[in-house]
């Protein structure tokens, strides 16, 4: 089936550096790329949506300027938590969506992010 | 917006039956999924089912589809202590740029 490939898998930053979170289709071209989030014990709750060269797609509440989402090509896309704080320490997944096949969704591993 | 209810916690002995519940809102929902997740990790689905189907089984996963009550529920046979995780329904729907919403999640404990 198709593989989405997540970097890192967990990272340590300091408050107000920005941290960078790939996720690359080895087997697929997916236009469209989904960025969850979840809090210890929650749920995923969605951030926005990319799609290959267009802007994301943001949710209500999610800032556009904090949580930069870059989708360039059919294979890469990636989130820049931009000057992180404790507060953004969080799990962050990733997930492609394919228009062919059932379900059409697969998820990257997750980023552990913990802001010090 | 749409909303997917799930209880929060199951615990059974080992061996026994799991019945994981999901009550969702949105009735243009087309796929129904069924994801577990272990600590610290990402999502494995576990299951679908199309929401023009009532029941789907896939070796010990049963999943039934209650379409009218949008109530869906997992069904796990001869529960083993690997099957310790969150479980997590999620729909798609038609007018969400198929984008996936996910339950609360059910944190199910098998115990020897």
């Known amino acids: 089936g198709a593989v989405v490939s997540q970097h890192p898998s967990w990272v340590i930053c300091k408050s107000g550096t920005s941290v960078k979170i790939e996720c690359r289709s080895l087997d697929f071209q997916a236009t469209t790329m989904f960025w969850y989030r979840q809090f210890p014990k929650q749920s995923l709750m969605l951030m926005a949506t990319s799609n290959e060269g267009s802007k994301a797609t943001y949710e209500q509440g999610v800032e556009k300027d904090k949580f930069l989402i870059n989708h360039a090509s059919l294979t890469l896309s990636t989130l820049t938590v931009t000057s992180a704080h404790p507060e953004d320490s969080s799990f962050y997944i990733c997930s492609e969506y394919q228009t062919t096949g059932t379900p059409g969704y697969t998820f990257g591993s997750g980023t552990r992010l913990t802001v010090v | 917006g749409e909303d997917v209810e799930q209880s929060l916690f199951l615990s059974v002995r080992e061996g026994d039956s799991s019945v994981i519940n999901c009550t969702y809102t949105d009735s243009s929902s087309t796929y129904l999924y069924w994801y577990k997740q272990e600590p610290g990790a990402g999502l494995q689905l576990l299951t679908y089912?199309?929401?023009?189907?009532d029941m789907k089984q896939d070796q010990r996963l049963t999943v039934l589809l209650n379409k009218k009550d949008k109530h869906l529920s997992l069904r796990i046979a001869d529960t083993q202590t690997g099957d310790s995780a969150i479980y997590f329904c999620?729909?798609?729907?038609?007018?969400?740029?198929?984008?996936?919403?996910f339950g609360t999640g059910t944190q199910l404990k098998v115990e020897l």
């Open positions: 999620a729909e798609s729907g038609t007018g969400g740029g198929n984008k996936l919403t």
């Open positions: 089912i199309f929401s023009n189907m």
